[in-house]
């Protein structure tokens, strides 16, 4: 399964990176590279998160990492995996 990052999902990485940056250059990156490493494992156990609580859809679920939500699809007839965007949790996009 392939792993498409849009976006969206990289323009808030960034600014997440920026501003973890500001206190440690060296946590932004670890916190990058450790997200990473966990978003390359997602499509050996695609379905192993729960549900989205943002969206309606059975097949979009809610990564959890470091307090961050990183909502993605899947979606088996494209054999694609898309993150769809990170933000911090809260109840409502």
């Known amino acids: 399964m392939r792993i498409v990052r849009s976006e969206a999902y990289l323009f808030s990485l960034q600014k997440i990176m920026e501003f973890i940056a500001e206190d440690s250059l060296a946590r932004a990156f670890d916190f990058q590279s450790e997200l990473d490493d966990k978003i ?18 059975k097949n979009i679920r809610d990564f959890i990492f470091k307090g961050y939500v990183i909502p993605y699809k899947i979606d088996k007839s494209h054999n694609t995996l898309t993150i769809i965007g990170i933000t911090k949790y809260k109840k409502e996009l």
Do not use: E, I, R, V
């Open 40 to 57: 390359n494992d997602l499509p050996y156990m695609p379905y192993k998160y729960k549900k989205s609580l943002y969206f309606h859809d």
